[in-house]
């Protein structure tokens, strides 16, 4: 018998409840807070003015969609 099963409900509800703690902060980490860049750390080319004011970034939306595509 599992030990979640073991311990109930409750033991599975704490469980989750840490796991989803720690896939937050983790992801808060991964997030990019500083200020933005000027031109695409990944190609070089300008980041547009409306991108860099609506969320710090270090890439251009080509750039940014590839790097999510591959997981980096």
Do not use: N, W
């Amino acid at each position: 018998m599992s030990t979640a099963l073991a311990g109930g409900t409750d033991a599975i509800a704490e469980r989750m409840e840490k796991m989803t703690e720690l896939f937050v902060t983790e992801t808060r980490k991964s997030i990019y807070t500083g200020e933005s860049a000027i031109h695409c750390e990944e190609c070089g080319e300008p980041i547009p003015e409306a991108r860099r004011k609506a969320i710090a970034c270090r890439y251009c939306l080509a750039c940014q969609s590839q790097l999510e595509l591959t997981g980096k």
